[in-house]
């Protein structure tokens, strides 16, 4: 029998109504709109990365496939920046390159993850990764975490286990967070592995801020964790610490056991990442310290200002604010789509909470790196109005 046309249910799984009729509406309204909604830098990348540097001249082939593993000058330049920044030595036949972080996650899942399995997922979460695992069949546990650390009588780990079915395969661990700005701290990473360990779960970490933590990190990464060692696979971004998010460039390493299937699958999907993103991805790695550290720097202090309007601590990491916005909530509004369309209405736009976790229907996400800091002054001032009256 044909079938009429039909998108899939795991597409439609995948829409946010609150979150696409406020871009409808940003995109009805006249005059400015600040896009505090996405995760983006203003910053231009590292001059010697940007797509005017390079050439067919300096490199022919440019335009030609490059290994399904990725350039090999690449892989140097990625094995190189893990030993400088970490003093772990990875081998580099263990390391895929990929086009980004969102697709690097979604080769790993086809790799790693069967429909009906299930993943636990610690939240808020990069909104994302819930639709990744969903595209795979698969079934995102939602566990609220980040934001409860430090809670009196919250136990980590019994939060986790209390989500634990025979189903679950695997965990996703995403420090620093995109939305908290939080950084795991020791005894919740001792936690999230004394559960991978006891149920034999792959764990999926998400590195995508590494480069952007605020003080230097008292942890060395959770996926080096020598007892993780046969189950923890990284995937990593040049999107974020580098502002390189349009060349859509990454890198995914792991055990043997893992990179077999996810380089098989990434064969599949992409064949390999694009060339030139390869080349330029490689010169960041080699020659974008200054570059990262004084994003870190202008990041920082635009993360403390948009915490001071708001009132709430200065993130850790990353791009992002995750404000409770339930003090700001008006009589008999059950979730955040009144203060959403009000901050728009003042010319702001920010992405709900339930985006990052159907628990979080009272917090708000702001991007503080997607517009200069002027920009944000001006959007920050037009949200102060908003706070102001309720
Ligand atoms: C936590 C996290 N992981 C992964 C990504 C994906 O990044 P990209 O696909 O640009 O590499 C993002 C982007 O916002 C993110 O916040």
């Not at 490199?59 to 003093?87: C, K």
């Not at 995508?208 to 964790?225: G, K, M, S, V």
């Not at 309007?309 to 992002?320: K, L, M, Q």
């Not at 708000?364 to 706070?387: H, I, K, Q």
Request: a negative charge; proline letters at 9%; hydrophobic letters at 40%.
């Amino acid at each position: 029998m044909p079938r009429p046309p039909h998108t899939s249910p795991t597409a439609r799984q995948l829409s946010d109504r609150i979150f696409s009729e406020l871009v409808a509406r940003a995109r009805a309204r006249e005059g400015p709109v600040f896009p505090l909604h996405v995760g983006d830098t203003w910053l231009e990348p590292l001059e010697s990365a940007r797509c005017e540097a390079l050439s067919t001249q300096a490199h022919p082939g440019l335009h030609q496939y490059a290994p399904v593993q990725g350039d090999p000058s690449l892989l140097q330049a990625i094995t190189n920046r893990v030993q400088v920044r970490y003093g772990i030595t990875l081998d580099p036949m263990y390391v895929q390159v990929m086009s980004g972080g969102t697709s690097g996650l979604s080769v790993v899942a086809s790799a790693l993850l069967d429909p009906g399995d299930e993943v636990l997922l610690p939240s808020p979460y990069w909104p994302l990764i819930r639709g990744i695992v969903a595209a795979r069949g698969a079934v995102a546990v939602q566990v609220p975490f980040y934001t409860r650390l430090g809670e009196p009588g919250f136990d980590p780990e019994a939060a986790l286990e209390a989500r634990v079915t025979p189903r679950t395969v695997a965990l996703y661990v995403n420090t620093p967070n995109n939305p908290t700005g939080r950084v795991l701290p020791r005894g919740a990473l001792d936690a999230l592995e004394r559960v991978a360990l006891r149920h034999d779960l792959w764990v999926l970490t998400d590195e995508a801020y590494e480069d952007l933590h605020f003080t230097p990190a008292a942890e060395p990464p959770f996926w080096a964790r020598p007892s993780l060692r046969e189950r923890a696979v990284a995937t990593h971004t040049l999107s974020k610490g580098y502002g390189l998010a349009g060349l859509r460039v990454g890198f995914t390493h792991g055990p043997p056991s893992a990179l077999g299937a996810i380089r098989a699958a990434q064969t599949f999907q992409t064949y390999c990442a694009s060339r030139p993103s390869q080349v330029a991805a490689g010169r960041a790695l080699r020659e974008g310290e200054a570059w990262v550290s004084r994003a870190r720097a202008l990041y920082q202090a635009a993360g403390a200002r948009a915490a001071e309007v708001f009132g709430v601590p200065a993130p850790e990491a990353g791009t992002f604010l995750f404000v409770p916005v339930g003090r700001w909530l008006r009589e008999g509004e059950g979730d955040c789509s009144g203060f959403l369309g009000r901050c728009l209405d003042a010319g702001v736009l920010l992405t709900p909470g339930t985006a990052c976790g159907e628990d979080f229907t009272e917090y708000v996400r702001l991007c503080f790196t997607a517009v200069p800091p002027e920009a944000l002054e001006e959007a920050l001032g037009a949200l102060s109005a908003v706070l102001r009256e309720g």
